[in-house]
Nanobody, 115 residues
């Protein structure tokens, strides 16, 4: 299994929107879940949003109502729609594939929210 690949990060002003995408080289269906995590400078990596094989979603409290995770099993992609971005959302965002306890991480994509 090769790691997933993230893309879609960038610089955006506060209140703006971005869409992150994660591309998997294998089918997503067998995985227990897929998700997005982030790590800001000087902080630990934290869960942002996850979606299980049966569509159940979980969000960090800090992003509820602003971020939406979705998965496209045909295209083997996981998306993170981010609206009303705040400066504290600035971080490197990582895609994660949970193969029932074996985890695969992407290299990360930088999201910067600044005026």
């Amino acid at each position: 299994q090769m790691p997933p690949v993230e893309f879609g990060g960038g610089l955006v002003q506060p209140g703006g929107s971005l869409r992150l995408s994660c591309s998997s080289r294998v089918k997503l269906n067998p995985f227990r879940g897929v998700g997005w995590y982030r790590q800001a400078p000087g902080k630990q990596r934290e869960m942002v949003a996850t979606i299980t094989y049966n569509g159940s979603t979980t969000y960090a409290d800090s992003v509820k109502g602003r971020f939406t995770i979705s998965r496209d099993d045909v295209e083997r992609r996981v998306h993170l729609w981010m609206d009303n971005l705040l400066p504290e959302d600035t971080a490197v965002y990582y895609c994660n594939l949970d193969d029932w306890g074996t985890y695969y991480w992407g290299q990360g994509t930088q999201v910067s929210v600044s005026s």
